[in-house]
């Protein structure tokens, strides 16, 4: 690879930075979808890193830098150069952008969670020297997989501090495998006593996942009392999100009303949470005309295939007979042969009994809020967090996960 682009090389210079810019974009909406074969975002991924890898290594002035995709290509230039010197002047560049903020702090961030500084020590400068940078810091080291001091996790260091920062770091907490489940306990206390409330909503919600996903004796009855006692329709869906995963019983009756007042959040749900009541409240969905469509939806996660669809006829509550609809019939067929083969505790996940190596499997396969969920449950049955952002580009995702050593004591 050559050092400096040839005058006659430049035009490919604009179509290098062109790519990045439009790849960066398609990146950040796959990673956001619900649900995106890995292939595809690691595909897109190994061709923005070859844009970059040429224009880290032409020299060839860019255009001015305004939208946060275009700081994000700037700054990724600099970060992936060969030459140290241009690589440190990049990155005290991505933090003053940090400082800044708007525009240019979003695509900075993006910028240094794909390029990480090595040396921590200037970005915890910049914790100690900016308060206001503190909670997207404390994201930007989840994002990147970074160990940080504990102290800055101390809880009477955090008393007193806005909300923000103590769910930005309570978040990064929960994520890390280091961290025991003393940390969180005092967060969601009063569920368990009549203790004055330290905290409510989503510093609650966080501080669950972080015990359920540690196996915290008892935090499932606290999961359930956290739900009854919880007034935020979306704080209160991540709880039974939570539920969901934990393959929580008790918690069917909820998700069944769920699923009547938001069809599309209770079927999800319940897909999730792969139960034989869960699959068999799935498949009364698919012959209501309320909720058939979300149950269609959530079948994918069921039976590992999209749902047949078959004509539809005059139903109730349906306009007219025009059109297709789901085969609830041959979801029916389906799931009498499966039924049977699976224990009565048994989940089922992507048309399987659920198991360690299939989600290993899964995990490294799916990617959007779908990779999010699976990687979770990956981690209940492992009994420790995996220490990976969701979001993380596939091959560092997959190289993680492979890493994992498979945990004896783990949640059944």
Known sequence: MLNRCRDGFVPWAQTHWDSAVALFRQRRALIISAEVDADIVARNEYLLRMHLHVLARCDWSAPQARKPEQVFVMLARHLSSPQAEVRCEGYAQAREMMIEGGEAGEGAFAALVLFPEADATKMLDLY??????????????????????????????????????QEAALAYAVSRPEIGVGLFRPYYAHLQSAVAPCCFGRLTALALWGALVRGETGSAEVLRRAVEREDDAEIRFELLRLAA??????????????????????????????????????LEALSQAATMNAAARAWMWVRGKPLP??????????????GVMPDSEGARAWWSQQSSALPPEGRLLYG????????????????????????DLLALKLGRPLGISPRAEQVRRRSHLQAIPANPYAQG
């Open 128 to 165: 100690h020297e900016h308060p206001k940078l503190r909670p997207q810091l404390f994201t930007l080291w989840r994002e990147q997989g970074r160990a940080v001091p504990r102290a800055l996790l101390n809880r009477a260091e955090l008393q007193g501090c806005d909300e923000a920062l």
């Open 245 to 282: 995963l934990s393959a929580d019983a008790q918690m069917l009756p909820v998700l069944r009303r769920l699923l009547e007042v938001n069809p599309a959040q209770g079927a999800r749900l319940l897909a999730l949470h792969g139960s034989v009541e869960a699959i068999e409240t799935l």
């Open 309 to 322: 669809q078959k004509p539809r006829l005059q139903m109730i509550g349906q306009d007219d007979g025009q």
């Open 352 to 375: 399987a009994p659920l198991s360690l190596p299939r989600l290993y499997a899964l995990a490294q396969s799916r990617a959007g809020e779908v990779g999010r969920d699976l990687l």
